[in-house]
Antibody, heavy 119, light 103 residues
Framework: QVQLVESGGGVVQPGTSLRLSCATS????????MHWVRQAPGKGLEWVAV????????DYADSVKGRFAISRDNPKNTLYLQMNSLREEDTAVYFC????????????WGQGTLVTVSS | EILMTQSPATLSVSPGERATLSCRAS??????LAWYQQKPGQPPRLLIY???TRASGVPARFSGSGSGTEFTLAISSLQSEDFAVYYC?????FGQGTKLEIK
């Protein structure tokens, strides 16, 4: 079955960096676009970034553009999110997700990893 | 940027009754709309895509309808496990959610 497992979250200070990983299994990773979606505590869902199957034409939400970088290692079936210049408003649970049944229809999600940015 | 607005923010319904949740887009999204269910401490679960197609494993009591700017998620005969937060979504934009609670 499809599995997505995020890791790398933690408590960091504003202005620092963190890299999240999303290890996947149970599907042909190389054929799917992958996304990061986040959810601040007690708040709704916010799409963060997308990377197509081949790693080209990545895109970001305006709120993270220029600070975050999405990447993937297809031989390792793993997705990454490099987060730089973190701000308190980046505090959230970060989910990785696939859109296997159609663009931006998120049919599989990981359990999420919590990132807390606090001084 | 297309905005997605859900109503109501909270809906109180008794088990066994029908619930109707609404989602409005600020401009036409045709049928490019999804619905998700989220329970506390869990990731969202895709329920409906293409405005009306149930995702794999979703019970038939969930149905989606609408096109253009007005969409509805209906849940017939509410079960205890259906009380959760529901989000609509178009492309990169999610609605703010509707909390479905037990009356």
């Amino acid at each position: 079955q499809v599995q997505l497992v995020e890791s790398g979250g933690g408590v960091v200070q504003p202005g620092t960096s963190l890299r999240l990983s999303c290890a996947t299994s149970g599907f042909t990773f190389i054929t799917y676009a992958m996304h990061w979606v986040r959810q601040a505590p007690g708040k709704g869902l916010e799409w963060v970034a997308v990377i197509p199957y081949d790693g080209n034409d990545v895109d970001y939400a305006d709120s993270v553009k220029g600070r975050f970088a999405i990447s993937r290692d297809n031989p390792k079936n793993t997705l990454y999110l490099q987060m730089n210049s973190l701000r308190e408003e980046d505090t959230a649970v970060y989910f990785c997700a696939t859109d296997g049944i159609g663009p931006y229809y998120f049919d599989h999600w990981g359990q999420g990893t919590l990132v807390t940015v606090s001084s | 940027e297309i905005l997605m607005t859900q109503s109501p923010a909270t809906l109180s319904v008794s088990p066994g009754e029908r619930a109707t949740l609404s989602c409005r887009a600020s401009q036409s999204v045709r049928t490019n709309l999804a619905w998700y269910q989220q329970k506390p401490g869990q990731p969202p679960r895709l329920l409906i895509y293409g405005a009306s197609t149930r995702a794999s494993g979703v019970p038939a009591r969930f149905s989606g309808s609408g096109s253009g700017t007005e969409f509805t998620l209906a849940i017939s005969s509410l079960q205890s496990e259906d009380f959760a937060v529901y989000y609509c979504q178009h492309w990169r934009t999610f609605g703010q959610g509707t909390k479905l609670e037990i009356k």
